[in-house]
């Protein structure tokens, strides 16, 4: 997941043109034009055509049109779905990180924990909605809950993997040249195993953004998820697809942050730099 | 006569799964000399060579290093390994000031070692890259250089140039030698080439497998530098090749 994407092989040809961004853009005006077409041969079906869900989007965001419930409510429901997203990864990370480094490292912690958390990781997110709900109450706690579950296990594993598979032969040249056992780990494993936890913290920011909408079904008044199941209860469709617009577009540009940092931070990693 | 830098003593090794990989090995280097290990494959060159770095425990005899018995590694024996072993996220520099900074040296001095090793290993255009940038034979610098920043009195080397192409062995062998009358640092090398073995060593030690064992000592005693086409320095190889083969006919039958 973490890969940069390959460049393309040069043009050998005289003329060379980047067709790159070319490339990118064609699926999704494919699938545009095959959704405008397909709510252009069925008028009056349940699926709103693009123009629509973009005229929703502007009131969304702006107000002006429909001037209801939803109109000017995008901000307000961005911000209170961001803030939840990421406070649930700080508190999924605070957790996972450490836990990860002590499993990855310690046999006994290992051997103790192992195998709980392997029977609780393929549970999914939406079956712990009803459990949630009792445990944390109808509203936000519930929503922070089920987001942290959601990124917390991706970062765990890939902290758990990334620890462990340090090249013994870090271990060996680092105490050749004088590094007593006890300092291999902020010597030697913490920065060898950056680049794996670092994919395990991509994953789980990008999971967060997944489950936001699920936790968001826990009777919250705000957010995206709140405002997607408002919207389809009213059978307002075109809000449905403007809110799944905005949490694609979100999920993507704070994943291309979180690429970006890495690139920065992790330059001497070939799969990163 | 000065003592003995490093003295194996009926030095024997079983690993776990009951693979006798060394037996009754005795070897005893004095300061400043340079030996190489050569032998068949699975011969116990690498066993030998980290039991002395202190990787790998001795599990009969012993091996003593400048009058103390090894029982682990130590910044006293640098090792340098086929493979580099570089920290791939420290830069040049940073990798081989790894050594003065882990043994407690004050940063800015250690920095100052690293610049000085930097130069003497002809890294400087590459003091701030990181280790994926460079290739092969340059990495290999940069394994050296620390080992030598860190005050190492033996450098053990396992096949160090055995990944290499022929032309920048030739080189590092060149550079490995003037480094190693520079500093006076006492050598074990193992290499696969007996050439390699016969330009490089004051001393050429053969083993020979099943199990792992020292069959044949040569001095060599050639003007260095070694002109690897003389007639002298055929001779040497023509009986070395067949104490080796010697031992394959053995082994045969
Ligand atoms: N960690 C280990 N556990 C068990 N057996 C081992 C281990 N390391 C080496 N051996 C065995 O010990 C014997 C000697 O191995 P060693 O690596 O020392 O040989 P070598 O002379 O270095 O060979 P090569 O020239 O192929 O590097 C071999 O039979 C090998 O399989
Ligand atoms: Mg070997």
């Given amino acids: 997941m973490s890969e940069a994407v390959e ?93 990860g480094m002590l499993i990855g490292r310690l046999r006994l912690v290992r051997e103790m924990l192992e195998p709980t958390l392997q029977v609780l990781r393929p549970v999914p997110v939406t079956a712990w909605l009803p459990l949630s709900m009792i445990m944390f109450g109808i509203g936000p706690k519930s929503a922070f809950f089920l987001v942290a579950l959601g990124s917390f296990f991706p970062i765990l594993l890939n902290t758990i993997f990334a620890v462990r598979s340090v090249e013994p032969r870090l271990f060996e040249a680092a105490q050749m040249l004088g590094v007593s056992p006890a300092r291999l780990f902020p010597k030697v494993v913490l920065p060898a195993s950056l680049p794996g936890i670092f994919t395990g913290l991509r994953l789980g920011l990008g999971l967060a953004w997944v489950v936001i909408v699920v936790g968001e079904m826990t009777g919250v008044q ?52 | 006569m000065t003592p003995p830098i490093l003295s194996a003593i009926n030095a024997g090794k079983v690993y776990p799964g009951g693979i006798e990989a060394l037996r009754n090995a005795n070897l005893t280097i004095a300061p400043g000399e340079f030996v190489c290990l050569i032998g068949a494959s699975g011969c116990g060159k690498s066993t030998l060579l980290r039991m002395i770095a202190g990787f790998e425990t001795v599990t009969s005899g012993q091996i003593v290093v400048r009058g103390k018995e090894v029982t682990g590694p130590g910044p006293d024996r640098g090792m340098v390994f086929q493979d580099y072993g570089l920290f791939p996220w420290l830069t040049i520099r940073k990798n081989i000031a790894f050594g003065p900074i882990a043994r407690g040296k004050p940063k800015a001095e250690a920095m100052a070692i690293a610049d000085r090793f930097v130069s003497m290993m002809g890294l400087d255009r590459f003091a701030d890259s990181y280790p994926h940038q460079l290739s092969g034979g340059m990495k290999q610098r940069v394994a050296i250089g620390r080992v030598l920043a860190n005050d190492a009195r033996m450098a053990l080397m396992d096949e160090p140039f055995g990944a290499l192409d022929a032309m920048t062995r030739e080189r590092l062998q060149e550079e490995l030698l003037t480094i190693w009358r520079a500093t006076g640092l006492s050598v074990v090398f193992v290499t696969h080439s007996l050439e390699e073995a016969i330009y490089l060593a004051d001393r050429v030690v053969v083993m020979s497998p099943g199990p792992g064992r020292i069959v044949a000592e040569e001095r060599i005693t050639l003007e260095r530098p070694r002109d690897v086409s003389s007639p002298e320095f055929n001779d040497i190889r023509r009986h070395l090749a067949a104490l080796l083969h010697a031992d394959h006919a053995t082994e045969a039958a």
Avoid: C
């Avoid at chain 1, 709140?226 to 704070?254: H, K, N, P, Y």
């Fill in chain 1, 7 to 99: 460049p393309l092989p040069a043009e050998t040809g005289p003329v060379r043109i980047d067709v790159t961004p070319l490339l990118r853009i064609v699926v999704p005006v494919v699938l545009l034009v095959g959704w405008w077409a397909g709510t252009a041969l069925h008028p009056g079906g349940l699926i709103p055509a693009p123009s629509e869900v973009g005229v929703a989007l502007w009131d969304l965001a702006f107000g002006g049109i429909n001037d209801d419930a939803f109109s000017r409510m995008l901000l307000p429901d961005l911000i209170a779905s961001a803030s939840r997203v990421y406070g649930a990864f700080v508190l999924a990370a605070a957790v996972a990180l450490p836990l």
């Fill in chain 1, 222 to 273: 705000t957010g995206l998820g709140a405002m997607i199941m408002d919207a389809r209860q009213l059978s307002r469709t075109e809000i449905v697809i403007a809110g799944m617009a905005v949490i694609g577009v979100a999920g993507f540009l704070s994943d291309y942050a979180v690429l970006m940092l890495g690139r920065k931070l992790l330059a001497w990693s070939p799969r990163h730099g």
